[in-house]
């Protein structure tokens, strides 16, 4: 099993956090969502597995290609 980081895209704003650690992810759900610029950018999975870590919360500041969570394949 391999730990995979993952990385924002955009330095923003955690607005909505929708999975927790434990969970089954399929390949491109989401995770979190960020708020920059008025915008809501979604932060995927980058490829099937089980969440193991949230490094932020709703309402964290996150600058781009922070690691904000870890998936185990």
Do not use: H, R
């Not at 995979?4 to 909505?16: L, N, P, Y």
């Not at 650690?21 to 008025?38: C, F, N, T, V, Y």
Request: charged share 30%.
């Amino acid at each position: 099993m391999a730990a995979i980081d993952v990385k924002t895209e955009v330095t923003g704003k955690v607005w909505k956090v929708v999975a927790k650690p434990g969970d089954k992810l399929a390949a491109d759900d989401e995770i979190m969502i960020l708020e920059s610029m008025k915008m809501e950018i979604p932060v995927v999975a980058p490829e099937a597995g089980t969440l193991k870590e949230l490094s932020v919360a709703e309402g964290d500041a996150v600058t781009e290609d922070q690691v904000v969570a870890v998936v185990e394949s």
